[in-house]
């Protein structure tokens, strides 16, 4: 009987050691990220002081895959600019008077550059002169 508790020891002993190295793992990984993100942020800063405007479109490009720098780009930061503001009007909607849809989503995985929403945020992005006329997108997939 004590030979069975001792392999089942051993075995555990084991098992720890795996998860040990997992987390070693996940630590490095996690190290690396960070890295990353880092580097990252520096040069992004170091180019926003130089030229802002290059800066900006090197943020949409790498982090969000749009090219700014074409019509077809610019419309997309538009879209974009559009979601983010329906998701604050969302959360607005949600904390003063209850969730008005739960399927709603911001399809982005990062925000846009705040600076982008401009001065006239309701003229420019949501193409009416006041915000009781802006109305969230409700079309969402069930899934």
Not at 16 to 36: I, L, N, P, W
Request: charged share 25%; aromatic share 14%; with cysteine.
């Amino acid at each position: 009987m004590s030979d069975v508790a001792e392999v089942e020891l051993e075995t555990l002993d084991d098992m720890g050691k795996a998860d040990m190295g997992a987390m070693d793992a996940q630590a490095q990984m996690e190290q690396e990220v960070e890295k990353q993100n880092l580097k990252y942020m520096t040069d992004f800063v170091k180019l926003y002081t130089e030229d802002a405007g290059k800066a900006k479109a090197y943020f949409y490009q790498t982090k969000i895959n749009i090219d700014v720098t074409t019509e077809d780009g610019a419309n997309a930061r538009k879209k974009m600019l559009k979601k983010y503001l329906e998701g604050m009007q969302w959360v607005l909607f949600y904390y003063y008077k209850g969730s008005p849809h739960w399927r709603w989503y911001y399809p982005y995985h990062y925000a846009p550059m705040i600076s982008d929403l401009g001065i006239n945020i309701v003229q420019d992005y949501l193409g009416t002169t006041t915000i009781s006329n802006f109305e969230i997108d409700f079309n969402c997939p069930v899934n």
